[in-house]
């Protein structure tokens, strides 16, 4: 049967994290056979998407997790059964032996596995011209905001962004996140690929770390997991 390819991708975490990328072909439809594993919820979903982009996207991302999680747990795609927590994080019924994180965007989505401890991931395309001081005071802190205005004007969207993932993949590995949103989290200045939070740590954020990974040209990218 067709499937999604995933793409192993490196990084500096924990071994026992798995993290791959998913090349969305937006030529595909959702009656492709490599989507044949989704359930009715899932296609009711996906064609509930306005924009086919966003159809195939999320249709491919999910039946790539389909395929990698029963790979892991030696079960068939179709019969894994999904839920979402109080806080609408994803998690498997009746299979807790493995946690997972998506995102996507663009043409890309993101997969992190892992037996062993909880995992975040995020990615975002870069978008020319978006006005990212428009919402820097609900996702920066004051001084991160300051250090990106002090940076070269060709630098300080891709400075956002990087903080941008960085803070989703961290509150998406805790599943509650924090409480007064991303602004509390301070992860600017970014110092190499590991994710340095500063000034006051938010208590549910004290053992989870993360790094920013490589992305396509035009993504910024980054994996969060609990120690």
Not at 113 to 130: A, H, M, N, Q, Y
Not at 131 to 150: F, G, M
Not at 199 to 216: F, G, L, N, S, Y
Request: aromatic fraction near 8%; glycine fraction near 6%; charged fraction near 25%.
């Amino acid at each position: 049967m067709p499937s999604i390819q995933s793409i192993p991708l490196q990084h500096e975490g924990p071994a026992d994290i798995a993290l791959s990328r998913v090349d969305c072909a937006f030529d595909r439809s959702l009656d492709d056979a490599a989507f044949a594993a989704l359930s009715d919820d899932e296609l009711a979903r996906a064609r509930r998407f306005l924009r086919h982009e966003d159809t195939i996207r999320f249709a491919s991302v999910r039946a790539a997790l389909r395929e990698q999680l029963a790979a892991h747990l030696r079960m068939a795609a179709r019969d894994i059964s999904f839920s979402v927590d109080t806080n609408g994080r994803p998690y498997l019924v009746d299979t807790p032996a493995c946690d997972f994180n998506v995102s996507h965007a663009g043409g890309y989505g993101l997969i992190a596995l892992s037996r062993t401890r909880r995992v975040g991931v995020d990615i975002e395309r870069l978008k020319p011209g978006f006005d990212w001081r428009s919402i820097s005071r609900l996702t920066l802190d004051a001084e991160e905001i300051a250090w990106i205005e002090r940076l070269d004007k060709s630098a300080r969207d891709a400075a956002f962004y990087d903080a941008w993932v960085a803070k989703e993949a961290l509150v998406k590995t805790t599943g509650a996140g924090i409480a007064h949103g991303l602004q509390h989290l301070t992860v600017l200045p970014r110092e190499g690929r590991e994710v340095t939070l500063r000034k006051q740590i938010p208590a549910d954020m004290q053992t989870v770390a993360a790094h920013w990974i490589t992305a396509p040209a035009g993504y910024a990218a980054c994996l969060a997991w609990s120690r």
